[in-house]
């Protein structure tokens, strides 16, 4: 199986992975008792990360969402013995600034992390945590694909919908990676992209890699060879 084709398996995965269970407050699909679950609303703090009473840990496989709506997502854990029938579900906090929890999926081989909208509960797989932009109209995900090729090397440009999230730009890559992206404005980033060298005992070379809003349209731009980095 190429490289491509395995992370097509993997992202159809993660979308598979996306249809969890979602039922009212007082009758969910799986009869979820959401009694000692808080109904405080989680408060602004500036786009930072933070755990909120909205969600009810009940076990160490299994915990769950309280939305805006009333409903609740439930997450379990799978302990197979394959990367097809494993996965485990950790949740890293509600971003206030896109009004969406993140959960992180982690498989055997690699992973990837879920958007859960705080009111409805719609779902959108992405590659990392989100970096929001300075209007928090848009995010990015960066991803590194490493040696082994088990996550994607790849940008993506999502843009906040008043429904939920849209992918605006994305670019794939067979190389190392990308991380560390910053907002330097609304229309402009930065990233590390990350290569490979071919030494005997092969490394990892960062290069500096920019991501401009031009006429309409994302626009990646490298600096001239000989350019500090």
Do not use: N
């Not at 879920?114 to 928090?136: E, H, K, W, Y």
């Not at 990233?191 to 070379?205: L, M, N, S």
């Not at 401009?212 to 500090?228: K, M, N």
């Amino acid at each position: 199986m190429s490289r491509k084709e395995s992370l097509r398996r993997r992202t159809l995965l993660s979308l598979g992975l996306a249809g969890l269970v979602i039922g009212t407050s007082s009758c969910s699909a799986r009869a979820v008792e959401v009694a000692s679950v808080s109904l405080e609303r989680p408060q602004p703090s500036s786009g930072a990360v933070s755990t909120q009473s909205l969600v009810d840990q009940r076990s160490d496989s299994l915990f769950t969402i309280l939305l805006t709506s009333g409903e609740v997502v439930e997450f379990a854990d799978s302990y197979g013995e394959s990367w097809e029938t494993a996965w485990r579900f950790t949740y890293e906090g509600y971003l206030d600034r896109i009004r969406a929890h993140l959960i992180r999926v982690t498989l055997i081989e690699g992973g990837s992390y879920l958007l859960i909208g705080a009111t409805r509960g719609d779902t959108t797989v992405v590659d990392s945590r989100p970096v929001s932009s300075p209007t928090a109209e848009r995010f990015i995900t960066t991803s590194i694909a490493g040696e082994a090729g088990f996550d994607p090397s790849r940008i993506q440009i999502w843009r906040v919908t008043p429904d939920g999230f849209s992918l605006e730009f994305s670019h794939e890559t067979d190389d190392w990676g990308f991380s560390d992206a910053v907002w330097q404005r609304e229309d402009s980033i930065t990233v590390a992209r990350h290569t490979q060298t071919d030494e005997v005992f092969p490394g990892t070379i960062r290069h500096p890699l920019s991501i401009i809003h031009r006429a309409g349209t994302w626009v990646l731009s490298e600096p001239p060879p000989g350019s500090p980095r």
